[in-house]
């Protein structure tokens, strides 16, 4: 009886943990995210493109010189 009480107590924890670790790491990557776009409209962008493009051309550039 006390075994099955403290398995619930762990699952609950591990249960906020696991919530509490996954906003953490949504905020994280969200605002880095936002910062790198920030990055790339400021500074990577040609004329007339938008982030979305110049991310792509960006990764295509990368991928021929890795090649």
């Known amino acids: 009886m006390a075994?099955?009480?403290?398995?619930k107590v762990?699952?609950?924890i591990a249960e906020h943990v696991v919530s509490g670790y996954k906003k953490i790491?949504?905020?994280?990557?969200?605002e880095y995210k936002k910062?790198?776009?920030a990055f790339v409209d400021q500074f990577?962008?040609?004329e007339g493109e938008?982030?979305?493009?110049?991310?792509?051309?960006?990764a295509?550039?990368?991928r021929k010189r890795n090649l």
């Open 3 to 7: 075994k099955s009480k403290l398995v």
């Open 10 to 12: 762990n699952e609950k």
């Open 25 to 30: 790491e949504e905020g994280v990557v969200g």
């Open 35 to 37: 910062i790198e776009d």
């Open 44 to 46: 990577l962008t040609k």
């Open 50 to 58: 938008t982030v979305e493009e110049a991310k792509k051309r960006l």
């Open 60 to 62: 295509e550039e990368q």
